[in-house]
C-alpha cells in the first residue's frame, strides 16, 4: 500500500518533485558529484545543531589507508556505553561533517559516546571496501578509543546505507576479534539489495527517495559479479543477531524490507524493538526542522534502548 505523506511534508515534496520534474525535462544526469552536492545541500539547509561537551577528529591507520572518524563524548569525565554510527548515503553520499549535527543530538540525547566513521565510498571504491573500513573500527576499537572514559558496551547504528552496514556487522557480533554487541539501531535502514519488496513499487516515486535511483546507487556499489543477494542482511542467517531498534517510514520505498526483517528478527527469537512513522519519508532525520516531533520521538526511542 503506498503511503500517505504527513501534511508538513506536503510543500517541501512539492517542490522537490517539481525540481526533478525540471531535472528530467533537462536531460540533466545524474552523476556520484551531483548526488554528493544535492544531499550536501538538503541537510545543510534542514537539520538543527547542537552543542556537544567534547568531540575530537582521529584517525585509524589499517593496512595502506588511513579511516578518519570523529568520536563524541556528552559528559567525558563519564564512562559511558559506545555506538558506532555509519552514515546513509546510498553507499555513495555523506559524510562525517554532514552528519555531525545528526551525531551530536545522538551522543547528547543517548548520553553515549558516538563514534562516526568517514568509510570510503563508491564508485571509487565499491563493496565491499567501505564495509571493511566499518568493520576495522569495530575490531580495532581499543585503539580507536584510546584515552577515552567509556564502557565495553558497544552499539551499531545507522540510517539507510548506514543501516545496512550496521545491520550486515550485527551478523558477526562477537565473532573472531569482532566485540559483542549490545544492540543495533537501524533506521529505515536498506536491507534488500535485490529490490524485491512490494513499497520499491508503491513508495518509489514522489516521495524524495525514488526507486530508480536506489537502482543507480546499488548499480555503482556493486560490480558486476557481486551476489547482490549474499550481500543483503534481510537473506542472511539472523540467529545470533544482537537486539535490535529499527525503524521504518510509512512512504519510504524501504519501508517493507525493514517490516520483513522485523518478522524474521521475530521468529529467530530476537529482541526487536520496531516503531513505523507512516507520514514519514526515507531520510526524514536530515530534514529535521520540518518534523521536529517526529525526530524528537526517534531520539527518544534510542536514549531508552541504549540506557534499558
Partial sequence: MRGIASEKLEPFLATVNEALAQAKADNVQRTPALARENLDKLSALLTRESDIAWSEDRVLPVAQHDIAFRLYHPAPDKALPVIFFYHGGGHMCGSVDLYDPMCRRMANEANAIVVSTEYRLAPEFQYPIGLNDCKAMLVNHREVLAGVNHLDTFYVAGDSAGGAISSTLGLSSGVGKMPT????????????????????????????????????????????????????????????????????????????????????????????????????????????????????????????????
Fill in 181 to 308: 554487541l549490545a544492540g543495533q539501531i537501524l533506521i529505515y535502514p536498506s536491507l534488500d539489495y535485490t529490490m524485491q519488496s512490494d513499497s520499491i513499487k508503491e513508495n518509489g516515486s514522489g516521495f524524495l527517495l525514488e526507486s530508480d535511483r536506489i537502482a543507480w546507487y546499488f548499480d555503482h556499489y556493486f560490480d558486476a559479479a557481486a551476489d547482490r543477494r549474499v550481500a543483503s542482511p534481510l537473506f542472511a542467517d539472523l540467529s545470533d543477531v544482537p537486539p535490535t531498534l529499527i525503524f521504518t517510514a510509512g512512504c519510504d520505498p524501504l519501508r517493507d524490507e525493514g517490516q520483513q526483517f522485523v518478522r524474521r528478527l521475530t521468529a529467530q527469537g530476537v529482541d526487536v524493538n520496531h516503531y513505523q512513522f507512516d507520514g514519514m519519508i526515507h531520510a526524514f532525520m536530515n530534514i529535521e526542522d520540518l518534523v521536529t516531533d517526529e525526530c524528537d520521538e526517534l531520539y527518544q526511542h534510542i536514549a531508552r534502548f541504549v540506557n534499558k
